[in-house]
């Protein structure tokens, strides 16, 4: 077991992420397209951009381990996030409109955590989850956790067998670890988070993914700090707090510290930033989110504190 990275470096390399998210937010950048409708035509451009700033702010509500400032920026976030889509109401309509959709409650879920709440939605969901259309939707295993997590965050009927969900991903079948790459790295942090409910539970990891993630996080951290993958970088070690004590070195998290540029921007890799406000937000926005959620939860984890999961 490694050292624990230092709090404060944690602290003020998530704050530093919060404030120029806040900041850009409030320019105007990451806002929904005042002509958007529930047929969202790329739903990765804007739709998922604003459910990551709203996944961020509510685990700094959530963990409660933020100062003062950081607890009214994620508030201030959460609050214009909510407003962008008609307090709910957009959410209401796409989910009407179409069916067998699940990121209207994948969405709702970031909200619902921190107490915003939609009663037409909450009923719709009730209602449309109940179909055999709905819960056959065909989604890749991780994702499938995810409405699993995002049901269990808003309160809707136990259906999930989560023993099932999980035997069906990359990460439970504990492959060779050298055959892993990029986009599956990326699956296997999405089954630890939305598992776990992003470090709330990290008994619900089965014990040889857990001893499989500890042998090899360590590894593969290396291996994409070494070709400037940040914001991947982020994701594992956030991975890695996610499980019970961090096993990766401190020198990980502090050359992600290092890189993040004085204004809080965090570059999502090694290639160069755009001297435009507008495209650097574009480019490196996950990654700012990244940064709050893995400076949350490490702090969280440091500091003994218990998320209350859903």
């Known amino acids: 077991m490694s050292d624990s990275p230092s709090p404060a470096t944690a602290h003020q390399w998530s704050s530093r992420a919060l404030h120029w998210l806040h900041r850009m937010h409030q320019r105007g950048l990451g806002h929904l397209p005042p002509d958007i409708t529930v047929d ?109 997590n995002a049901r269990r965050i808003v309160g809707l009927p136990p259906q999930s067998d989560w023993s099932g969900l999980v035997a069906a991903t990359w990460l439970a079948a504990t492959p060779e670890p050298w055959a892993i790459d990029w986009s599956t790295a990326y699956d296997v ?15 619900a990891v089965p014990r040889p993914m857990r001893e499989y993630l500890r042998t090899w996080l360590p590894v593969w951290v290396d291996v994409w700090l070494e070709v400037g993958q940040w914001d991947l970088v982020g994701e594992l070690l956030t991975v890695d707090c996610c499980i019970g004590e961090p096993v990766c070195e401190p020198t990980a998290w502090e050359r992600l510290a290092a890189v993040q540029h004085p204004d809080g921007l965090t570059p999502r890799d090694a290639d160069p930033v755009d001297a435009d406000p507008a495209r650097a937000y574009e480019d490196h926005a996950h990654t700012a989110v990244v940064t709050v959620v893995a400076g949350t939860v490490l702090l969280s984890r440091t500091l003994g504190t218990t998320p209350v999961a859903a």
């Not at 003062?68 to 920026?73: E, F, I, N, P, V």
């Not at 009407?96 to 959709?101: A, D, F, I, Y």
């Not at 999405?190 to 409910?197: G, I, N, Q, S, W």
């Open 40 to 148: 969202v035509r790329d739903p990765d451009d804007c739709y998922k951009p604003l459910g990551e700033i709203a996944l961020a702010a509510s685990l700094v509500l959530r963990d409660g381990v933020a100062g003062s400032a950081d607890t009214g920026m994620a508030h201030d976030l959460l609050g214009s996030c909510w407003r962008q889509l008609n307090d709910g109401g957009l959410l209401y309509e796409r989910q009407l409109r179409h069916t067998l959709l699940t990121d209207p409650l994948e969405l709702y879920a970031h909200f619902a955590r921190a107490g915003y709440r939609h009663r037409p939605l909450d009923e719709l969901l009730g209602a449309s989850s109940t179909l055999r259309a709905w819960r056959a939707a065909e989604l890749v295993p991780n994702r499938r956790l995810g409405v699993a």
């Open 189 to 203: 942090t999405h089954t630890v988070f939305h598992l776990t409910d992003w470090g709330a539970r990290p008994e």
